[in-house]
């Protein structure tokens, strides 16, 4: 799962969002083993969404972002996780839940672009 990831943080946030993939599909949808076929494809589309995160090693929370990089489908999929597991990585996982309230309180990085000063569209 974390074969492509390029870094510590994104490494962590990969393991972080696989987690509460599992809690969320083990509770609501009681698979055999493992993920449903569903709770697969949204922990696959998670995982290719953080290898193209342009912020890497600075990365902020996903909820805390301002580039919403997921398809609106997937955004609502994985808004439904978050809401249900987000509570409950405190009991299940909570080193992880604490190192993802610190990271929550990492801003935003600007985008480095070649020349950010001439970029009309940046959303600030
Ligand atoms: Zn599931």
Not at 50 to 77: D, G, I, S
Not at 81 to 105: C, T
């Amino acid at each position: 799962m974390l074969r492509n990831a390029r870094n510590r943080r994104i490494q962590r946030e990969a393991f972080t969002i696989e987690m509460m993939i599992r809690l969320y599909c083990r509770k609501k949808h009681r698979p055999q083993g493992g993920l449903c076929s569903d709770c697969q494809e949204l922990a696959d589309y998670a995982q290719r969404r953080l290898e193209k995160c342009p912020f890497q090693t600075e990365k902020p929370t996903c909820a805390n972002c301002r580039v919403h990089c997921y398809r609106a489908e997937m955004r609502a999929r994985i808004r439904e996780v978050m809401r249900y597991s987000g509570p409950r990585m405190l009991l299940y996982h909570p080193l992880l839940a604490v190192l993802h309230q610190i990271d929550g309180r990492r801003p935003t990085p600007a985008l480095r672009e070649k020349n950010p000063k001439r970029d009309p569209d940046r959303p600030d």
